[in-house]
């Protein structure tokens, strides 16, 4: 395979480590979310593994936009049509857009909860910047919530595109997952 078929060995390790990261974040946050306050483990470590855990996706997805940036970026298949090659990049920039957004909503939720315990990240406190303020804790809360969904969607999409230009499109021309691989 042609090099500049082919995405940066760094943008390759990023994207991998955020399709680690964003499904195991939101399984985390849902699991969490969805525990009684009475449960131990739920303060005691996965509410501040996911904060750590995030403010790592926020790292990654924001070095990963600015070599997206920096990068000339590998050509799209040539069997892929028009309207697929648009999707794609929409739905990879708004994939983007959300691993840095999501992040900084759940961050503004912690920072502005009036019960925070904090943002750490592996050992280090994190300063909290926002005014405490539960009511806008709560509309943090709904933003978190709803772009982690929205990223969740755009995910299950951008997977099932792979996939499905992997194995159901006929001749190789349209597999886009050699360039991450």
């Known amino acids: 395979m042609n090099r500049r078929d082919r995405y940066t060995l760094p943008m390759r390790m990023l994207h991998w480590t955020r399709a680690a990261l964003i499904p195991g974040l939101i399984a985390l946050g849902w699991t969490m979310t969805s525990l009684p306050d009475s449960m131990t483990a739920k303060f005691a470590w996965m509410y501040p593994v996911h904060k750590e855990f995030g403010v790592l996706a ?3 997805g924001t070095i990963a936009l600015i070599l997206r940036r920096r990068s000339a970026l590998p050509r799209h298949p040539a069997g892929l049509a028009s309207w697929e090659t648009m999707l794609s990049s929409m739905v990879q920039y708004m994939m983007l857009a959300l691993a840095i957004i999501v ?10 909860f ?7 990240f592996f050992g280090i406190g994190l300063p909290e910047l926002l005014p405490k303020d539960d009511h806008a804790f709560a509309l943090f809360a709904l933003a978190h919530r709803i772009s982690a969904y929205t990223l969740l969607a755009l995910v299950v999409l951008h997977v099932m595109g792979v996939l499905k230009h992997r194995f159901l499109d006929r001749g190789r021309d349209t597999d886009v997952l050699r360039r991450m691989l």
């Open 114 to 120: 009036t019960q925070s315990d904090g943002v750490p």
């Open 58 to 60: 926020f790292l990654t």
């Open 103 to 112: 992040p900084l909503m759940g961050y503004a939720m912690s920072s502005s």
